[in-house]
């Protein structure tokens, strides 16, 4: 029997954050999750659905609002799903992200670990180098935005606060050329209509900026489109269109044609060049990637000499930002078009410390030890489910003196690093980077070293 039932009304004071960025208020020590509140805000709220162990509630009324508390600047806020911690001051929002990644080595894993201050952004605003904006009809005209929460419904937007600004003027424009033109949409009910999701990226100046569009189908009804749009930005540099006929929610389909311009944009990164096509891994907030790869190059302390291998290593990023510190830079990726980019990344640099091969990371760092590579060093950063088991045992397999593990999820980064510090690896303060301001999504960096046993002579 639980304590409370739906449709009741309570008042209680926000306890703390779910990982999610909802406020928790307890009665008799059943938690219910609410949405829109801060930690310490005493509310009146309604209990919307009951579970064994939790509840969901909305807050009805503010009773004593936090003092960091604000309005949330996008006016979107309440039906947009992009950004779930507006009504967090910025000094809050960074309370809070310290707070999950805390819980989740801590609480969760119990590795006893010091988290350090958040790496915070100077303007945590109008940060996002990609927009990948879906396109639907409606009522008689198009429109493009960002899908509200757990549906597939459009919040049709004339402005994103967290992308960057020409995003924000490219959309429009290009939301009117559609209108203008009356180009077929798709509809996912029906598969039917061409153009799905426009996608748009730019380098860290906006000097050049890439248009795809992707279609259901080979289609190119573009050419006006292009023109008009080059004309009026032409730091438009590269457009491509993107072929995806299947019945799914994946954005890119496998073929991508070059309409104007060249096939990639470039940006610098810490001194590096990087070549970044349509369906390249490339993080999307540039100031702070940077800090991020700074703070991972400082935990390595390379001394020059040392064998690196760059798991996941993408188009060959944090690895090249480190070659002119390290001997040797021995990058693995699973996507082909990757490994092919980072060899071109890496010749674009003048660096010839540093090879790639294709294949799972578990697999290929296995081989390359059985052939007498000895890495000093590991580099992983792997996608949000962390790292598949296989790899974490031919980590330890493989033992190199130190792992830099960068994570965009603290619940699997938790669990990895519970494994490897039971495996003979201390763990470094962990380091929180936020990487995704007005979201409840946050990266971290951490070290860790490996661990000899003392022997007593007698």
């Known amino acids: 029997m639980t304590p409370v039932k739906k449709n009741d009304y309570l008042t209680a004071?926000?306890?703390?954050?779910?990982?999610?960025?909802?406020?928790?208020?307890?009665?008799?020590?059943?938690?219910?999750?609410?949405?829109?509140?801060?930690?310490?805000?005493?509310?009146?709220?309604?209990?919307?659905?009951?579970?064994?162990?939790?509840?969901?509630?909305?807050?009805?009324?503010?009773?004593?609002?936090?003092?960091?508390?604000?309005?949330?600047?996008?006016?979107?806020?309440?039906?947009?799903?992009?950004?779930?911690?507006?009504?967090?001051?910025?000094?809050?929002?960074?309370?809070?992200?310290?707070?999950?990644?805390?819980n989740s080595i801590n609480r969760m894993g119990r590795l006893n670990r010091e988290t350090m201050d958040v790496m915070a952004m100077e303007n945590p605003f109008n940060y996002r180098n990609k927009s990948q904006i879906p396109v639907r009809f409606k009522d008689g005209k198009v429109e493009m935005g960002f899908y509200r929460p757990r549906s597939h419904n459009i919040v049709d937007i004339e402005y994103c606060l967290i992308q960057k600004d020409i995003h924000n003027k490219?959309?429009?424009?290009?939301?009117?050329?559609?209108?203008?033109?009356?180009?077929?949409?798709?509809?996912?009910?029906?598969?039917?209509?061409?153009?799905?999701?426009?996608?748009?990226r730019s380098n860290h100046d906006d000097?050049?900026?890439?248009?795809?569009?992707?279609?259901?189908?080979?289609?190119?009804?573009?050419?006006?489109?292009?023109?008009?749009?080059?004309?009026a930005f032409p730091m438009v540099t590269s457009v491509v269109q993107n072929i995806n006929d299947q019945k799914t929610n994946v954005i890119f389909g496998d073929k991508t044609i070059t309409l104007r311009g060249k096939d990639y944009?470039?940006?610098?990164?810490?001194?590096?060049?990087?070549?970044?096509?349509?369906?390249?891994f490339y993080q999307v907030n540039h100031a702070q990637t940077e800090k991020l790869y700074r703070k991972a190059i400082e935990l390595a302390d390379l001394k020059g000499d040392e064998t690196i291998i760059d798991t996941y290593c993408g188009i060959g990023t944090i690895g090249l930002c480190a070659s002119d510190s390290?001997?040797?830079?021995?990058?693995?990726?699973?996507?082909?078009?990757?490994?092919?980019?980072?060899?071109?990344?890496?010749?674009?640099?003048?660096?010839?410390?540093?090879?790639?091969?294709?294949?799972?990371?578990?697999?290929?760092?296995k081989k390359l030890v059985s052939e007498g590579v000895n890495p000093d060093i590991v580099f992983v950063d792997p996608p949000r489910k962390g790292?598949?088991?296989?790899?974490?045992?031919?980590?330890?397999?493989?033992?190199?003196?130190?792992i830099i593990y960068v994570s965009c999820n603290p619940s699997?980064?938790?669990?990895?690093?519970?494994?490897?510090?039971?495996?003979?690896?201390?763990?470094?303060?962990?380091?929180?980077?936020?990487?995704?301001?007005?979201?409840n999504h946050v990266e971290s960096v951490v070290m860790l070293e490996k661990r000899y046993a003392e022997f007593i002579t007698l």
Do not use: W
Request: negative net charge; hydrophobic residues 35%; proline residues 5%.
């Open 326 to 365: 390290a001997k040797k830079i021995i990058g693995i990726e699973v996507v082909q078009s990757a490994v092919e980019d980072a060899k071109e990344n890496a010749k674009l640099n003048g660096v010839g410390n540093a090879e790639y091969h294709l294949g799972k990371s578990e697999q290929v760092m």
């Open 265 to 280: 944009i470039t940006d610098t990164l810490l001194g590096k060049d990087f070549r970044i096509r349509a369906k390249s």
């Open 412 to 439: 699997t980064l938790q669990r990895d690093l519970k494994y490897l510090n039971s495996e003979g690896y201390d763990i470094s303060p962990v380091t929180p980077v936020d990487m995704f301001p007005q979201t």
């Open 207 to 231: 000097s050049e900026v890439q248009v795809a569009f992707v279609t259901n189908g080979k289609k190119n009804i573009f050419s006006n489109i292009i023109n008009e749009m080059i004309e």
């Open 170 to 200: 490219l959309m429009l424009f290009i939301k009117e050329q559609f209108n203008r033109e009356h180009v077929s949409v798709y509809d996912e009910a029906l598969h039917q209509g061409l153009i799905r999701y426009v996608v748009i």
């Open 13 to 102: 004071t926000v306890e703390d954050y779910t990982h999610e960025g909802q406020g928790v208020v307890k009665v008799d020590g059943y938690p219910i999750f609410i949405p829109n509140v801060l930690k310490g805000e005493e509310i009146e709220f309604k209990v919307l659905k009951v579970n064994r162990k939790f509840a969901f509630g909305k807050s009805e009324k503010l009773l004593a609002p936090a003092a960091n508390r604000v309005t949330p600047p996008c006016p979107y806020y309440y039906e947009c799903g992009g950004c779930q911690i507006q009504p967090l001051n910025y000094e809050e929002q960074q309370a809070f992200k310290k707070g999950t990644v805390d």
């Open 387 to 402: 790292c598949h088991p296989e790899f974490l045992e031919s980590l330890v397999e493989v033992k190199p003196e130190k």
